[in-house]
């Protein structure tokens, strides 16, 4: 059974930081492309950052809101994806979820495309307060 799950969420200050992760299990972890989305109250879904596959070329992408402040990186070994989030803001504040791609789709070094994104955690909340 694929299950990708999400923990790390919660409330923070404007300005701190969470790290996200998101447990892979029940397929080649290393031959997906990873990413994290987010959807606040009353907004469609944003995918804010991903990687491409181990087998792939290393392609990460951040969309603008996020660039400088997150970090997406993967532990394949563990079967592990995280989002490190600094530098808060509560216009961070949503459910941000992960997701996995097939080898070759879903990020690209301008975009990430999500539509090619097949598995999908169930999402974590993070709260930053002003």
Known sequence: EVQLVESGGGLVQAGGSLRLSCAASGFTFDDYAIG???QAPGKSREGIACMHSTVGDGTTYYTDSVKGRFTISRDNAKKMMYLQMNSLKPEDTAV????????????????????????????????VSS
């Open 36 to 38: 994290w989305f987010r």
């Open 96 to 127: 941000y979820s992960c997701a996995t791609a097939d080898s070759g789709w879903g990020c690209f070094v301008d975009h990430i495309a999500g539509t090619d994104y097949e598995y999908w955690g169930q999402g974590t909340q993070v709260t």
